[in-house]
Structure formats: structure tokens, C-alpha cells
């Protein structure tokens, strides 16, 4: 495994996200698995998780440019593989992905104007000035359409993400999710998961905050539940959400007659 093990230390740091009741406590968890989940209920704390471990081995973090809210933090030890001696790969939170795409076409789009502002004002000039001038507006908007296999802003969401999530996916590198099944149908949420565990066979690990019962079932993944602030490690059929899943499937006609 490319990290085997986290422990949190909360000491005497009071600043957030130390202040949240599940994180004033010390925290150890093992990660020796190619698939590590964590689930449970809105703010129970395991994106927060994968923001901490981001930020404490430095990995990339897929978000708009000028925005931050990376930790600082020394009070947290990764156990990371002997044979590295950086752990490489990156950290995404599908939320921002809509906001990525719309960040991507605007660059485009202004890079095209200020292509046009440069044929305008150098249109007296010689053209390896002019050349020179839109170079690189040429450079952004090539490397940004060239990026993916298909243009991002005229797939559906859930086929831009993982057009985008493949396009990222290196041998031995770390990704953390953070409930990447957002925009994501079932079918798609199956297609995730292939992509995954294709991954894992390259030497890849991954961390997943998520509420998804397929990703959830992945062979051999390690499973951690967060309730009443504490990470408990699970089987499958024993979470929580996948036992009242069940019920409902099994007796839909008797849940859904309470709410007429």
C-alpha cells in the first residue's frame, strides 16, 4: 500500500477542524487495503479526513484556482510505504466539479477574446509579433481542450467526470474522493467503480468518503462508518444505510405507506 496507516494527535490545537468533537480525540486508522471508505451522515466528519491527509502529504487538489482551505497542521503521522519517498496523486471533490468545468469554458472563452483583442491591436504589426502576442492564449486554450478525450461542457455531468477522473488516473498514485458519486447515475457509479479496482491493479490506492452502496461494496476494501464521532471498521452488510436499504427494497409497499 502505497499509505498503511494515519494517526490524528489533537493536543493542544484547539483551531478547527481540532474544535469538531470527533477530531478532539486521538484517531488511528489502518489503511492497508487498495480501497479505503468511509461512510456516514453529512458533516460527520470524513471529508474533513481526506482535506487532512491532503494536506499533510501535499498532494494535488483539484479546485478553482485562488481558493484554499488547506490545513496546517504537524499533530498528524501517515505511515507511507518504505519504497517512497513521496506519495503522489491527488485529492478531488466532485461538489467543485461542476464549478471546474464552468472555469474551464470561461478560460477558453476569454482566451479566444483576448486572441481577438491581439489581432486588433497588432493588425499594423508584423505577423511574429502578432504570433508572439496570442501565443499564449493559443497555449491555454489547446492545452485545455486537449485535456480530455471530450469536450466537458457538452457531456452530461457523469460523463465528464469520469472522462475527467480517467484522464487522472496514474500507476501508483493515492486519490482521495470525496463522494465522488454525486453526479453520477447507477450505471455510472458501476462504471466508477471498474475504473477503480482496474486502478488498484496498477498499483493504485484510493480513500472514498461516500454515501454510494456500490462503491461501498468493493471487494476487499476496508470499510470505516462514522457514528456518534467515531470510526468504527465495518463489513459490508453491517453499515448502517446498506441495512435500511435492504428493508426498504424488500418491504417498499409497507415504508412508502407511512408517508401517504
Known amino acids: 500500500m502505497l499509505i498503511d496507516r494515519i494517526n490524528i494527535y489533537p493536543g493542544e490545537n484547539k483551531n478547527y477542524p481540532f474544535n469538531l468533537e470527533i477530531y478532539k480525540s486521538e484517531i488511528n486508522l489502518d489503511l492497508k487495503a487498495p480501497v479505503v471508505l468511509f461512510l456516514g451522515e453529512n458533516g460527520c466528519g470524513k471529508s474533513t479526513l481526506l482535506k487532512l491527509i491532503q494536506s499533510k502529504l501535499n498532494l494535488i487538489r483539484i479546485k478553482l484556482p485562488n481558493t484554499s482551505d488547506d490545513f496546517k497542521i504537524d499533530n498528524i503521522q501517515i505511515k507511507v510505504s518504505p519504497s517512497l519517498r513521496k506519495v503522489k496523486g491527488f485529492f478531488f471533490e466532485s461538489i467543485a466539479f461542476i464549478n471546474y468545468i464552468e472555469y474551464v469554458q470561461n478560460e477558453i472563452s476569454e482566451s479566444r477574446e483576448n486572441i481577438q483583442r491581439v489581432e486588433e491591436e497588432y493588425k499594423n504589426k508584423s505577423n511574429y509579433a502578432k504570433m508572439m502576442a496570442k501565443s499564449p492564449y493559443s497555449k491555454t486554450i489547446y492545452e485545455l481542450e486537449n485535456m480530455y478525450s471530450q469536450d466537458l461542457s457538452t457531456s452530461s455531468h457523469g460523463e465528464s467526470y469520469l472522462d475527467f477522473f480517467s484522464s487522472r488516473i496514474k500507476d501508483n498514485q493515492l486519490y482521495l474522493l470525496d463522494e465522488p458519486e ?41 470499510v470505516y462508518e462514522i457514528k456518534n464521532d467515531v470510526f468504527t471498521k465495518v463489513k459490508y452488510d453491517d453499515i448502517e444505510s446498506i441495512k435500511l436499504l435492504k428493508q426498504f427494497l424488500n418491504n417498499k409497499e409497507q415504508f412508502l405507506r407511512y408517508f401517504e
Open 182 to 222: 454525486t453526479p453520477l447515475s447507477i450505471q455510472n457509479q458501476l462504471t466508477l467503480t471498474a475504473m477503480i479496482i482496474e486502478a488498484t491493479k496498477r498499483g493504485c490506492q484510493f480513500l472514498i468518503a461516500t454515501h454510494s452502496p456500490i462503491l461501498a461494496a468493493i471487494n476487499n476494501a476496508i
